[in-house]
């Protein structure tokens, strides 16, 4: 009898604790869902009022003044951000609660006048702030102020790309490479079907490319595939060191942050209209798509992976996943060409690919791929991917994010990433 109890207390404590998660990533869902689509709206908005201003690019430096104003208005240091998120869930999981509204403003003005940023950066902490907060008034302890903190995260996340499962594992990823934070999945799962679903009813859309061809499984589509994901994890090696070492010069010589931030904002001014186009300002979504239809400069991702080191390194806001979209797609479907692949899929591929070079989140990457481009070419995208993600070595976007575990062999190794 006592053996009884003692199993229905066991089964009676794992029911309460899936309910308690349950009912907090929903709260946590909706809130990031509503926020999420709201800040969507709202780098949209800006974005087509750009597009129908060409001259708001000039204003750009002065944009850049207002987002240090502001960071130093609620004494916070500008230069945090995702590795902020990324370390509280190693530490206490608490995020000021000023970094949210900072973070919104702050990438709805680098968009406004032309910065090249995306806005998941803006996503992960918004979501992490979101989280944190929840946490702190359900006075949550500190192993469950993680899981708050990553369910925040996965929700806004997918509220922005309408990707509910990619955000879910990349929550439960991205922090420490070589581990998956399963405990987190169910309230990262709930909270991101939850956000997606508001989003929905906000009128947003899910990415999502059709892809024209995909080709069949055979030997040298195989051999194809590999040699495009082994070239994007070098060009996700250049990128990711492009924004780390852009970043320290520009802080090393020049140490005023005003200074910094209106500069790299006259420089971006300066080299748009030296181009005499507009297709590396904002998130480029619309050259994205381009290149999926088989269609991109061959200087179009060097020029983006330039235009975002700048963008970012000086202080402006927003993120680096959509900006190694455009990369990795423009890369991908230029590459295409000379290595006998359909364009389209090369972008498709580049895409992939390098955004798991970047990031190190190997099954998020391929889950992506389902959701942005379908099932039918799981194969191929799943090669690419684990070739990127192991010939990219440890260098990260993230400087915070841990590799815990070797990439080449069974070995614990607890280090930084590059």
Same mark, same amino acid.
């Given at each position: 009898?006592?053996?009884?109890?003692?199993?229905?207390?066991?089964?009676?404590?794992?029911?309460?604790?899936?309910?308690?998660?349950?009912?907090?990533?929903? #709260?946590?869902?909706?809130?990031?869902?509503?926020?999420?689509? @709201? /800040?969507?709206?709202? !780098?949209?908005? &800006?974005?087509? *009022?750009?597009?129908?201003?060409?001259?708001?690019?000039?204003?750009?430096?002065?944009?850049?003044?207002?987002?240090?104003?502001?960071?130093?208005?609620?004494?916070?240091?500008?230069?945090?951000?995702?590795?902020?998120?990324?370390?509280?869930?190693?530490?206490?999981?608490?995020?000021?609660?000023?970094?949210?509204?900072?973070?919104?403003?702050?990438?709805?003005?680098?968009?406004?006048?032309?910065?090249?940023?995306?806005?998941?950066?803006?996503?992960?902490?918004?979501?992490?702030?979101?989280?944190?907060?929840?946490?702190?008034?359900?006075?949550?302890?500190?192993?469950?102020?993680?899981?708050?903190?990553?369910?925040?995260?996965?929700?806004?996340? #997918?509220?922005?790309?309408?990707?509910?499962?990619?955000?879910? @594992? /990349?929550?439960?990823? !991205?922090?420490? &490479?070589?581990? *998956?934070?399963?405990?987190?999945?169910?309230?990262?799962?709930?909270?991101?079907?939850?956000?997606?679903?508001?989003?929905?009813?906000?009128?947003?859309?899910?990415?999502?490319?059709?892809?024209?061809?995909?080709?069949?499984?055979?030997?040298?589509?195989?051999?194809?595939?590999?040699?495009?994901?082994?070239?994007?994890?070098?060009?996700?090696?250049?990128?990711?060191?492009?924004?780390?070492?852009?970043?320290?010069?520009?802080?090393?010589?020049?140490?005023?942050?005003?200074?910094?931030?209106?500069?790299?904002?006259?420089?971006?001014?300066?080299?748009?209209?030296?181009?005499?186009?507009?297709?590396?300002?904002?998130?480029?979504?619309?050259?994205?798509?381009?290149?999926?239809?088989?269609?991109?400069?061959?200087?179009? /991702?060097?020029?983006?992976?330039?235009?975002?080191?700048?963008?970012?390194?000086?202080?402006?806001?927003?993120?680096?996943?959509?900006?190694?979209?455009?990369?990795?797609?423009?890369?991908?479907?230029?590459?295409?060409?000379?290595?006998?692949?359909?364009?389209?899929?090369?972008?498709?591929?580049?895409?992939?690919?390098?955004?798991?070079?970047?990031?190190?989140?190997?099954?998020?990457?391929?889950?992506?791929?389902?959701?942005?481009?379908?099932?039918?070419?799981?194969?191929?995208?799943?090669?690419?991917?684990?070739?990127?993600?192991?010939?990219?070595?440890?260098?990260?976007?993230?400087?915070?994010?841990?590799?815990?575990?070797?990439?080449?062999?069974?070995?614990?190794?607890?280090?930084?990433?590059?």
């Amino acid at each position: 009898m006592e053996e009884i109890i003692q199993k229905l207390k066991y089964i009676k404590s794992y029911l309460i604790t899936f309910i308690k998660w349950v009912a907090i990533a929903v #709260a946590t869902g909706t809130c990031g869902g509503i926020v999420g689509s @709201f /800040f969507h709206k709202s !780098v949209e908005y &800006v974005t087509e *009022i750009r597009i129908a201003n060409e001259w708001i690019i000039f204003v750009l430096p002065f944009g850049g003044l207002i987002i240090v104003y502001l960071y130093k208005l609620f004494k916070l240091d500008s230069n945090i951000g995702t590795n902020l998120i990324i370390d509280s869930i190693r530490t206490d999981g608490k995020v000021p609660i000023a970094m949210a509204p900072l973070i919104f403003v702050s990438t709805v003005i680098t968009h406004l006048f032309g910065g090249s940023a995306g806005r998941e950066g803006a996503a992960l902490q918004l979501g992490g702030s979101i989280g944190s907060q929840i946490g702190n008034m359900l006075k949550l302890d500190e192993k469950d102020m993680h899981a708050i903190t990553l369910c925040g995260m996965s929700g806004v996340f #997918a509220a922005l790309f309408g990707t509910p499962l990619t955000a879910t @594992f /990349f929550a439960m990823e !991205v922090i420490s &490479v070589g581990i *998956i934070y399963y405990s987190s999945f169910i309230p990262c799962i709930v909270s991101s079907i939850v956000a997606y679903k508001i989003s929905l009813l906000f009128g947003l859309e899910p990415v999502y490319f059709n892809l024209k061809i995909i080709p069949a499984i055979s030997a040298s589509s195989v051999i194809k595939v590999t040699v495009l994901g082994a070239l994007c994890a070098i060009v996700s090696i250049v990128f990711c060191e492009s924004l780390h070492k852009t970043s320290k010069f520009v802080k090393k010589y020049i140490k005023n942050e005003y200074l910094r931030i209106a500069l790299g904002g006259l420089v971006i001014v300066i080299l748009t209209m030296m181009l005499r186009n507009t297709d590396y300002n904002g998130a480029g979504m619309n050259i994205i798509s381009k290149a999926i239809n088989g269609e991109a400069k061959y200087e179009a /991702f060097f020029l983006k992976i330039i235009f975002t080191a700048i963008t970012i390194s000086v202080g402006y806001k927003g993120g680096e996943i959509v900006p190694t979209f455009f990369i990795g797609s423009t890369f991908g479907c230029v590459a295409a060409k000379f290595l006998g692949i359909d364009p389209g899929f090369g972008a498709a591929i580049g895409l992939i690919a390098l955004f798991c070079g970047v990031v190190n989140t190997l099954i998020s990457s391929i889950i992506l791929s389902i959701e942005l481009f379908g099932a039918d070419g799981i194969i191929l995208f799943s090669i690419a991917c684990g070739v990127s993600y192991m010939l990219s070595g440890y260098y990260s976007l993230y400087s915070s994010q841990k590799i815990v575990y070797s990439k080449l062999k069974a070995e614990y190794i607890n280090t930084s990433a590059k």
